[in-house]
T-cell receptor, first 114, second 111 residues
């Protein structure tokens, strides 16, 4: 089944404790992206990657890191999480050859930073 | 700054009626707009795309319009059903990976 998977789905952590949220897609998509979703603000892009070893900042990159060593994986790293990073996070992927430019989203990771 | 605005208030309609959702954009000229559906606790799912040179697109009971003069897209669901209840997100895309989502409008279809 074609899908984007994220782990963990739920995470409660404390300020300053480094964490990684994994994202993997099995559709051989070149493009991958991370978003955070907050009430009233919609989805805001954190980082995106056009292909392996190619990453760039989105609208809200502060406090986050990413890497793209393999085409299928795009982990999101919070080196020193803070309470304002409490949010719902989505990973997405996209096929550049698709005429619809649609993004396929993962199920989301709900992160709480105490 | 570039902005995408959707009605923040929930839209409540009766089953069988047409639901119309609005997406307005400012300080922006998107090359295309997309509409996604999001159910509680799940990731958005793509529904439709319309490009700047297109006026209207349809898919089954869904219709989307794009008015570059009004800087607005309308999303219609005809013969709405309770199963259509969800949050609908508008995305505008332009430039090099400039993707902007609206905050979404929650639709509730009552039997």
């Amino acid at each position: 089944e074609a899908q984007v998977t994220q782990n963990p789905r739920y995470l409660i952590t404390v300020t300053g404790k480094k964490l990684t949220v994994t994202c993997s897609q099995n559709m051989n998509h070149e493009y991958m992206s991370w978003y955070r979703q907050d009430p009233g603000l919609g989805l805001r892009q954190i980082y995106y990657s056009m292909n392996v070893e190619v990453t760039d900042k989105g609208d809200v990159p502060e406090g986050y890191k990413v890497s793209r060593k393999e085409k299928r994986n795009f982990p999101l790293i919070l080196e020193s999480p803070s309470p304002n990073q409490t949010s719902l996070y989505f990973c997405a992927s996209r096929d550049f050859l698709s005429s619809y430019n649609e993004q396929f989203f993962g199920p989301g990771t709900r992160l709480t930073v105490l | 700054s570039q902005k995408i605005e959707q009605n923040s208030e929930a839209l409540n309609i009766q089953e069988g009626k047409t639901a119309t959702l609005t997406c307005n954009y400012t300080n922006y000229s998107p090359a295309y707009l997309q509409w996604y559906r999001q159910d509680p606790g799940r990731g958005p799912v793509f529904l439709l795309l319309i490009r700047e040179n297109e006026k209207e697109k349809r898919k089954e009971r869904l219709k989307v319009t794009f008015d570059t003069t009004l800087k607005q897209s309308l999303f219609h669901i005809t013969a709405s059903q309770p199963a259509d209840s969800a949050t609908y997100l508008c995305l505008a895309a332009g430039g090099y990976n400039k993707l902007i989502f609206g905050a979404g409008t929650r639709l509730a279809v009552h039997p």
